[in-house]
């Protein structure tokens, strides 16, 4: 039997559409935020102090990974057809000079190149995997194959997270993709607030998580939340927050949103990195 995979909730959907025109680019999408985040939380949770770490005197040293991988991302995303961000002095400094940046700009530069990135992969079509694109200052006829640049890219995220979550060991660090899953505890709130939220949402498709658009019924029920997938199972919703609810069964949260007025006009599903807004139909 075929694996269904989580949307929404606690439920296991089955679809048998046909696949997103673009789903092997969201895929690869996919795995470059998985990693890219990862990436990001543990440049995030190392202290500055050991920015400067190497494990021996041969390899890298925390900084210079991180501009490294920031250095990486540009030098393969541009391959993609995006132009790359104008270079400033700063830019053309030694790499062992940038490896000593502060952390909070070798951070705050490895977000940007992941978002130039992911703004990349957003243009690119399955239609375009196999046709050359050209890149590069004008009249350098220099071209490359989205397929093997986004393999490319992918896998060097996935490389580089796997050295950094060897440095974190060895000083005594859990590297993210090890930590356990938020601890979540679920609050009383009355019915009377409950009932704000009863109503169906428009939940569009997401081509990311290769999720089809459907319609979710926000239900009160003896004194619960509960929430439905149109022609799908229910499921509770448990409220952390006034407006934040989660699920206990997977690792996703959906927060109830108003508008000026105080009137709740939609809900936001966060799911695998994304955060998809669905606005309040009824």
Request: charged share 20%; glycine share 6%.
């Amino acid at each position: 039997m075929r694996r269904c995979r989580l949307v929404v909730a606690a439920l296991m959907m089955c679809s048998t559409a046909a696949a997103a025109q673009n789903d092997v680019v969201m895929s690869f999408k996919f795995f470059a935020v998985h990693y890219g985040s990862w990436l990001v939380a543990a440049f995030d949770s190392i202290p500055a102090a050991r920015y400067g770490y190497r494990p021996t005197p041969a390899q890298q040293s925390i900084g210079f990974i991180a501009q490294h991988v920031e250095a990486a991302d540009y030098g393969l995303c541009e391959r993609l057809g995006s132009p790359r961000p104008l270079r400033s002095a700063k830019d053309s400094a030694p790499d062992t000079v940038k490896a000593t940046w502060p952390k909070d700009t070798l951070v705050a530069r490895l977000r940007a190149s992941l978002a130039y990135c992911d703004s990349a992969m957003s243009k690119l079509s399955d239609s375009q995997l196999n046709q050359p694109i050209a890149y590069g200052p004008s009249g350098s006829n220099l071209k490359a194959v989205p397929s093997r640049t986004l393999l490319g890219f992918v896998t060097d995220l996935a490389e580089h997270y796997s050295q950094l979550a060897s440095y974190m060991r060895l000083i005594g660090l859990t590297p993210p993709s090890a930590l356990p899953p938020k601890p979540r505890k679920a609050i009383d709130l009355p019915a009377t607030t409950l009932a704000r939220y009863v109503g169906s949402y428009d939940l569009p498709a997401s081509p990311f998580q290769g999720s089809p658009t459907v319609r979710l019924d926000v239900a009160l029920r003896d004194g619960a939340l509960y929430v439905t997938p149109v022609n799908q199972p229910t499921a509770r919703l448990w409220p952390e927050s006034l407006h934040d609810f989660f699920v206990r069964e997977a690792d996703i949260q959906i927060t109830f949103t108003e508008n000026a007025s105080g009137a709740v006009s939609g809900l936001v599903v966060h799911q695998n990195g994304e955060n998809r807004l669905a606005r309040k139909i009824r």
